[in-house]
């Protein structure tokens, strides 16, 4: 069973027993609009909880797409290479950009479920 973590920086990690699969929220993506480019991380990269892993560029802006945890990558959406828009198509479900070998669990303790999430944008508005 998975579960699922969100930062307020907009990502969302889909725990999968040690490996998380991250990507940008349907929130993110709509607020960038479309878009045009994502740089992903290199496989065997080191990432730190809350610095820089991804780049998304759209139309309007490029953006940084923040670890929501520590780990190793260790693979990347290789899809999103020809067809970033696909980010704009299904954010949370197949616009995924890399998974992660997490290294410490517990971080995940100090991210959002989807209620929070939801209670957290509402607070944006």
């Known amino acids: ?62 953006s940084e797409v923040y670890a929501p945890v520590d780990g190793e990558v260790t693979g990347f959406n290789e899809a999103l290479v020809d067809e970033p828009a696909q980010v704009n198509a299904d954010a949370e479900g197949s616009g995924w950009f890399f998974k992660v070998r997490i290294a410490n669990p517990a971080q995940l303790d100090g991210l959002m479920d989807k209620a929070a999430y939801q209670t957290y944008l509402e607070g944006l508005a």
């Open 1 to 62: 069973m998975s579960q699922i973590k969100f930062t307020k920086d907009h990502e969302w990690i889909r725990v999968e027993g040690d490996t998380g699969v991250v990507g940008i929220t349907d929130y993110a993506q709509h607020a960038l609009g479309d878009i045009v480019f994502v740089e992903l991380p290199e496989v065997g990269r080191e990432i730190t909880q809350g610095n820089e892993a991804a780049v998304v560029e759209s139309v309007k802006a490029a």
